[in-house]
């Protein structure tokens, strides 16, 4: 496949994004050919790590291509969708799960679908270039692809404001929120790639690691927990208007340009996951959401106003000041039958 490059070199499985001019957006073809490779590495003696990355400067993965979820959608299909975000999930686990080490190596924008992809296995190592984001809520979703798990595990309520206002994280923000293990300046990284491929060791990324430049989150922890720790959507706004700070001015500015409705079950998905505290029961409620999120959220909306028309005016189902709760639980019900399965083919 052009748009990825999946192989064998030595004792190391290697999965490289190829998609450069589309930064690495990943289709739903990239998704299946992930997973069937790490299923046979799974198995495969000979196969010791797995080492992911990507072509370009720009991105290792800026997200998942969603011309064909927009295209399926506004034509009344929403099951395209719907097994997309299945199977992409059930990927995501696996990558989780993976009983050997997994390296990604992260440069440029890694977002949404690439936070899936780059930022669940064990060795994820940043540059000074990375840019890590979950920005779904501006386009109707949740910060999905098991990132809501690791917005729920990360300090203080980090995973509210970073999910809400979709922040971009530099190398060492991302490191202390969780999205990142390893801070390795981007001129060692052939070297060090081209060594994993000859030895697998992944202990050689610990060794390369250094310190990472200064980040800006832990100097905001006092006022991201004072303001995003507030009970509701409504009440987190209502904190931030109360405050005429730079920090909770920008913070408004930012969750204004979002579905109302996507910030209020991101919200309450996270802390559904603070308080399970398990990968996979994260994916299932994210999946709640998206399944229904053509049908009765504000995804292709926002797709149109993004993407499509790129008018920048998306016209939400919901005000911020004023999103029911009924909506958000009613986004957020069980799936019955149509629940997330982590088996192929269910």
Not at 205 to 225: F, H, N, R, S, Y
Not at 247 to 268: H, I, Q, V, W, Y
Not at 274 to 303: N, P
């Amino acid at each position: 496949m052009s748009d990825i490059n999946i192989r064998q070199i030595g004792p190391t499985g290697r999965i490289t994004f190829t998609r450069e001019k589309a930064l690495n957006a990943m289709s739903y073809d990239m998704c299946t050919a992930i997973e069937v490779a790490l299923d046979q590495w799974a198995i495969d003696e000979t196969v010791k790590m797995v080492l992911i990355d990507a072509m370009g400067d720009k991105a290792f993965c800026a997200g998942g291509d969603i011309a064909d979820l927009y295209e399926t959608g506004t034509s009344g299909n929403f099951t395209f969708g719907q097994t997309f975000w299945a199977d992409e999930y059930r990927m995501n686990a696996k990558l989780r799960e993976f009983p050997k080490p997994v390296a990604s190596f992260m440069q440029g924008f890694t977002m949404g679908g690439g936070v899936g992809v780059g930022c669940h296995g064990s060795h994820r190592v940043v540059g000074d270039s990375s840019q890590i984001a979950m920005p779904e809520c501006g386009i109707g979703l949740v910060p999905d692809v098991g990132g809501s798990y690791i917005l729920a595990t990360a300090p203080g309520h980090l995973g509210e404001y970073l999910g809400l206002t979709a922040a971009r994280m530099g190398p060492t923000d991302a490191i202390r929120a969780g999205f990142a293990d390893y801070y390795i300046p981007q001129d060692q990284w052939p070297v060090l790639v081209s060594t994993l491929e000859k030895t697998a060791d992944s202990t050689l990324i610990e060794t390369a690691a250094t310190t990472a430049p200064t980040g800006m989150l832990e100097g905001l922890q006092d006022k991201v927990d004072r303001h995003f720790g507030a009970e509701s959507l409504s009440e987190i706004v209502t904190s931030l208007q109360s405050d005429n700070s730079p920090f909770a001015t920008d913070a408004l500015k930012k969750m204004r340009r979002n579905s109302p409705l996507a910030m209020g079950c991101a919200l309450e998905i996270i802390r559904r996951t603070r308080v399970d505290g398990d990968f996979r029961a994260a994916l299932t409620q994210e999946y709640r959401f998206t399944y229904r999120a053509m049908e009765h959220g504000d995804f292709l909306e926002g797709i149109r106003a993004q993407i499509i028309d790129k008018d920048r005016n998306p016209q939400w189902r919901h005000q911020i000041d004023n999103l029911p709760d009924q909506a958000v639980q009613q986004m957020l019900l069980p799936l019955g039958e149509a629940s997330l399965t982590f088996h192929k083919g269910d």
